[in-house]
Nanobody
Framework: QVQLVESGGGSVQAGGSLRLSCTAS????????MGWLRQAPGKEREGVGF????????YYASAVKGRFTISQDNAKNTLYLQMNSLKPEDTAMYYC?????????????????????WGQGTQVTVSS
């Protein structure tokens, strides 16, 4: 029943910034791991990062660590992915995803198979 809608994608030059948004159908952040994943043409979906239930912590893939930041706005039921210092290698369709868990479980995953709910994706294109 959870619905996720991404927005904010677009085309930017290398070194630029972009902020993606993911709006949920309701407040789910206390009971779901929220992940950002991406898929480049001809490649499988890969985890970009995730935020633990309740926003207690975050994880980032090594390829984006230090450049991307995941955050939540509870009042707006919105998840964000702030992307800085973008590289052409970041070009992909970006998806937000949710997986039900308990806030006390202390476990989330970057693997696409872990997530139960998906948004439709938003395209990010980074040119040289």
């Amino acid at each position: 029943q959870v619905q996720l809608v991404e927005s904010g994608g677009g085309s930017v030059q290398a070194g630029g910034s972009l902020r993606l948004s993911c709006t949920a159908s309701g407040y789910i952040y206390s009971s779901h791991c929220m992940g950002w994943l991406r898929q480049a043409p001809g490649k499988e979906r890969e985890g970009v990062g995730f935020i633990y239930p309740g926003g207690t912590g975050t994880y980032y893939a090594s390829a984006v660590k230090g450049r991307f930041t995941i955050s939540q706005d509870n009042a707006k039921n919105t998840l964000y992915l702030q992307m800085n210092s973008l590289k052409p290698e970041d070009t992909a369709m970006y998806y937000c995803a949710a997986a039900y868990t308990d806030i006390s479980s202390g476990y989330c995953s970057k693997e696409s198979t872990y997530y139960n709910y998906w948004g439709q994706g938003t395209q990010v294109t980074v040119s040289s």
